[in-house]
């Protein structure tokens, strides 16, 4: 069983379109990240989330920690094909001491 | 400098050599990581350094061998490898150590690494 549940595992959609990434677990985490990775390249930090409920904004990226710090999301609005790649959500337990990834969404944004 | 580097980018070698992969920062990080990564799969941790000393080591085999010789270093040092350990290697480092509230990792670009 995996600790980060991410879903969908594959989206593929039109340039313009809006979309949401889920990220759940039964675990409480202490802080959780959103990664966005390019084939060949290392993921690259979109932001940390670390209270219960919080909202942070990046240009069209919209990303929520859920009130009991066990799962996430990311929304994309308008997406571009700029905005194609893996993104990956990881966390740390309260309790834990390494970083735990989910299993990735490959987004496809077609022109 | 907010930045991790990772060299070399590519590398292809034989199951009988002997090579190393290194990674640097400096913006003063104490904890460092190297993460295995297979196409389409999330990275997995191989190996923890905390304050220059191995904190964690995920059963990797032996033929993987950490090294850290400051602060802003990191090698892993590559012997007998096996085709199946073809994959990118990624270097990773936080403020602090894992679950202290200093651990948002930041990733470098990773060496692409294929054994013949």
């Known amino acids: 069983t995996q600790l980060l549940e991410q879903s969908p595992q594959f989206l593929s959609i039109q340039e313009g379109e809006n979309l949401t990434v889920y990220c759940n677990s039964s675990?409480?985490?202490?802080?959780l990240q959103w990664y966005r990775q390019e084939p060949g390249e290392g993921p690259v930090l979109l932001v940390t989330?670390?209270?219960?409920?919080e909202v942070k904004k990046l240009k069209r990226l919209t990303f929520q920690f859920g009130d009991a710090r066990k799962d996430s999301s990311l929304h994309i609005t308008a997406a571009q094909p700029g905005d194609t790649g893996l993104y990956l959500c990881?966390?740390?337990?309260?309790?834990?001491?390494?970083?735990?990834f989910g299993e990735g969404t490959q987004l496809t944004v077609n022109p | 400098d907010t930045e991790v580097t990772q060299t070399p980018k590519h590398l292809v070698m034989g199951m009988t050599n002997k090579k190393s992969l290194k990674c640097e920062q400096h913006m003063g990080h104490r904890a460092m990581y190297w993460y295995k990564q297979k196409a389409k799969k999330p990275p997995e941790l191989m190996f923890v350094?905390?304050?220059?000393?191995?904190?964690i080591n995920e059963s990797v085999p032996s033929r993987f061998s950490p090294e850290c010789p400051n602060s802003s270093l990191l090698n892993l040092h590559l012997h007998a490898l096996q085709p199946e350990d073809s994959a990118l290697y990624l270097c990773?480092?936080?403020?602090?150590?894992?679950?202290?509230?200093?651990?948002?990792?930041?990733f470098g670009p990773g060496t692409r690494l294929t054994v013949l």
């Open positions: 990773a480092s936080s403020q602090g150590p894992p679950g202290t509230g200093e651990d948002e990792q930041f």
């Open positions: 989330v670390v209270t219960g409920g």
């Open positions: 675990s409480v985490f202490s802080s």
């Open positions: 990881a966390g740390t337990e309260t309790s834990g001491s390494r970083l735990t």
């Open positions: 350094y905390s304050y220059e000393k191995l904190s």
